[in-house]
């Protein structure tokens, strides 16, 4: 076997990367907001919210894929309206493998955000309170900085399970190669055609080295934000 990737396969990394980071950076303005609220929000509807958010870990993912093809299709309310109005299309094409992506990355990222807020000491936003500082400033020079670490491990969990989420991808926008065809799809196609297992290992081989090395990258920046928090 050789480890040399040909340009379908740098294809597939390439796309897969695109789709894993656009996803994560799409759910992380919501996955703060959605984990602040409910972290800290006593409001009606929270325990729907809750639900709301850890849906897709417990649903099948085809099930999500298929609610996403109703709601998201180009005959769906929301894939009309944002074909309409912004020109996005969702169905069969790279932007609905983020979509996916996103959504059931989702609970993972707001679970360790969510964590990371309840962790820190309400003490410490009270003093900064006391001295005069508005709820934006506490929260922006207080409660932030000591979220961070979390944000940072909700986020590198997003893109590791965007990065190897199949079955709600395959679902929604099905397994087009240079399309929509990332790593878990291509390497479903390849273990279907015999005399492939070569191509399908060298992206099994490549999946595990960037899911090792986000997680890597994730630690150290985690431990290093930790340190800045404290000595600060």
Not at 35 to 46: E, N
Not at 80 to 109: D, H, K, N, Q, V
């Amino acid at each position: 076997m050789t480890l040399g990737l040909g340009p379908a396969e740098w294809q597939v990394v390439n796309l897969s990367l695109k789709v894993a980071i656009w996803a994560t950076l799409a759910s992380l303005p919501f996955g703060i907001l959605a984990a602040i609220a409910l972290a800290r929000g006593r409001f009606w509807g929270r325990e729907v919210l809750n639900i709301a958010v850890h849906l897709p870990l417990v649903l099948p993912p085809v099930v999500t894929g298929y609610l996403l093809l109703v709601l998201f299709g180009s005959q769906g309310p929301l894939g009309r309206f944002f074909e309409t109005t912004l020109g996005l299309t969702f169905a069969f094409r790279w932007t609905g493998a983020a979509l996916a992506c996103a959504i059931m990355a989702f609970p993972l990222m707001v679970r360790a955000i969510r964590l990371a807020l309840e962790a820190v000491d309400p003490k410490l936003e009270e003093a900064a309170a006391t001295l005069g500082a508005s709820r934006l400033h506490i929260f922006a020079t207080v409660t932030l900085p000591l979220m961070l670490p979390g944000i940072l491990a909700g986020s590198v969990l997003g893109f590791a399970k965007a990065l190897g989420e199949f079955g709600a991808t395959i679902t929604f926008v099905s397994n087009i190669p240079g399309q929509t065809q990332t790593i878990p799809t291509a390497i479903y196609s390849l273990l279907q055609v015999p005399g492939q297992e070569n191509a399908a290992l060298r992206l099994i081989l490549i999946s595990i080295a960037l899911s090792a090395a986000a997680l890597v990258a994730s630690e150290w920046l985690a431990r290093n934000m930790a340190k800045r928090v404290r000595g600060s």
